[in-house]
C-alpha cells in the first residue's frame, strides 16, 4: 500500500478481510456508528478549545445535517440526544481542567504529519504537542498530548497498561521525535457516558403526573374525585410518560459530571520506552510485508474471531461471507465509497 496508518495497521492485524474491504475496495457502512460520531465530535471540541474556537459550531453543523437526512423520528431523537450529551462531556471537561494554562502551554494542535520507514509512508494525525510546567516533582518537559475517547472505567489499570505500549502513539512518537523532542507522552483520558434517555412523566395542567386505565386509557381518579398520581395497580394502570427533552438528558450528564469528574477524566503521562518503540518498528515492517503478500495473490484471509469485536458485528459481515476479495462491481447496498482511503486523516485537516 502506498500510505499506511496506525488504523490500517490494526484493521489489518486483525483481519486482513476487513482491511480489504476498508482500506482496497474503499467501501463502508451508510452510517457512523455511536462510539465512532461520539469520539470524533469530542475530539473536535478538544482541538477548538486547544486553539481558542467556539467549542460547539462545527458540532452543532454536524448533527444538524445528520439530523435533516434521516426521516426517522426515533433517530432523529437519538442524533439530538447524542449531541447534548457530547456538549454535556466537553463542558465538563472545560470544567475539569480549566487550569491548563497554568499547567501546560499549547506547541502545535492537531496536524498530520509524513514519516517515510524502510521506504514505506506513514501518515497520520496528532492530537496536540504540549510543554508541560515544572513542578516539585518533574522539571519542564515537552509531550505529546493525546485525547482518547473509551467507554472504560478511566482508572482501569489495564486499559493504562495497553496504552503504555499503544502502537499508534509509538508510531507518532518516533516519526515526530527529531522535530519536537519528545520526554513524555500525556494521556487525556475522557469516558463516554453510559446515562440513557429516560422516560419522564407527562404532567396536566396542574402539574400532576397522568394515570391511566391499560384497556381504555381513561384517567384514574381516587374515590374523592382527584386524579391518581400514582400506578396503584400495575396489572392494570399505567403512568403517562414521555421520552426525556434531548437538552434535560445532556443536563442530567452534565450534572452527574460535576458530581463525579473523576469518574469521567483522568491524565496519566506514560513515557515511552526505547525497547517498546524498536519492537513497534518491527511490528510495523512485518505487517507491510504481509500486506504486500496480499496483495500479489490477490487473496485477503478473514479471521472469523474478529467477526464480533466490540460486542457487535463487523460492519462487513455479509458481504465478506458471500462474495470474497474479487472486485466489487456494484457497491453493496447499505454501503458507500470512502472519499479517501484513509478517512480517519480527514478530521479538521488543515
Known sequence: MKVMTNSAMGTFQACPRKFYFNYVARIKKDTDSVPLRFGS????????????????????????????????????????????????????????????????????????????????????????????????????????????????????????????????????????????????????????????????????????????????????????????????????????????????FGDRIYEAILAEPQDFFERRELPRLDINLDESAKDRSAVVRQIAECESSGHYPKATQACNMYHSLCPYFNICSTCGTQKLDVIPEGYVLKGSTHTELERNRK
Open 41 to 248: 465530535m469530542v475530539h473536535d471540541a478538544l482541538e477548538r478549545r486547544l486553539t481558542g474556537q467556539p467549542l460547539f459550531d462545527e458540532i452543532n453543523k454536524q448533527y444538524d445535517k445528520a439530523i435533516m437526512q434521516t426521516l426517522n423520528p426515533y433517530e432523529k431523537y437519538t442524533m439530538n440526544c447524542e449531541r447534548h450529551a457530547v456538549i454535556a462531556t466537553v463542558l465538563g471537561y472545560c470544567d475539569h481542567w480549566q487550569s491548563d494554562g497554568e499547567t501546560m502551554a499549547i506547541i502545535d494542535v492537531e496536524k498530520t504529519f509524513n514519516y517515510i520507514e524502510d521506504g514505506q509512508e506513514w501518515q497520520g494525525m496528532k492530537d496536540a504537542v504540549v510543554k508541560l510546567a515544572e513542578s516539585i516533582m518533574m522539571p519542564e518537559r515537552v509531550a505529546l498530548m493525546e485525547h482518547k475517547t473509551t467507554s472504560k472505567d478511566v482508572r482501569d489499570e489495564g486499559y493504562w497498561a495497553r496504552l503504555s505500549i499503544d502502537s499508534q502513539i509509538n508510531l507518532y512518537y518516533q516519526a515526530m521525535q527529531e522535530k519536537y523532542g519528545f520526554e513524555t507522552v500525556l494521556y487525556d483520558v475522557i469516558k463516554r457516558t453510559s446515562i440513557k434517555p429516560a422516560k419522564v412523566p407527562v404532567l396536566d395542567d396542574d402539574g400532576c403526573k397522568i394515570v391511566t386505565l391499560k384497556s381504555d386509557g381513561s384517567r384514574v381518579y381516587n374515590k374523592n374525585g382527584t386524579p391518581k398520581k400514582a400506578v396503584g395497580d400495575s396489572k392494570t394502570q399505567e403512568l403517562q410518560t414521555v421520552m426525556e427533552d434531548p437538552k434535560d
